[in-house]
């Protein structure tokens, strides 16, 4: 079982990161906000409502906390949601088609492993989970996130890689 917090609104989540206190339902009253619980039974589920949140409109700003159990097996394997940035290789007819939203053949081109991983890359803030962020903590990004550029790599059809800088 996952449980978690989520604190919608830009002013709850400033109060929240200010005072490490979730705000009260009086402090909500006044200023705006809510605060929600939610528990999800598989680790598809959480990331599915992750992404959900990461694209939601109408909130400015969101925080959300994730409570581990005492007895949660750390040995499991477990996924990490993030956007990255890959260059994908095709025929010209290829790239128009997956501009027009054709999936298909945007998965026979990553299938094919004509794709070059690199460039702008992030993980989303809500999925940086327990990890005091920031400057003066000495981890890149905020609550917007952690961003990072990849070297170029890429995939060439025989599956071996090779890397450019």
């Not at 109060?15 to 705006?32: F, I, K, R, T, V």
């Not at 053949?105 to 992030?122: C, N, P, S, V």
Request: hydrophobic share 30%; glycine share 12%.
């Amino acid at each position: 079982m996952i449980k978690i917090t989520t604190i919608f609104g830009e002013d709850a989540v400033r109060e929240y990161e200010e005072n490490n206190e979730l705000p009260s339902e009086e402090w909500l009253a006044d200023n705006g906000g809510v605060v929600d619980e939610k528990e999800f039974e598989t680790e598809a589920e959480y990331n599915a409502y992750i992404a959900g949140v990461n694209d939601a409109d109408g909130w400015s700003d969101y925080h959300i906390i994730r409570h581990r159990s005492e007895e949660a097996d750390t040995s499991r394997e477990e996924n990490l949601w993030l956007r990255l940035g890959i260059s994908v290789r095709g025929s010209r007819e290829d790239i128009e088609r997956i501009l027009n939203g054709d999936t298909e053949t945007l998965r026979k081109l990553l299938d094919a492993g004509r794709y070059g991983i690199g460039g702008e890359t992030y993980v989303p803030g809500s999925t940086v989970e327990g990890v005091q962020r920031g400057p003066r903590h000495g981890v890149r990004g905020g609550r917007r996130g952690v961003p990072f550029i990849i070297n170029h790599t890429i995939c060439n059809n025989d599956n071996s890689k090779s890397s450019t800088r």
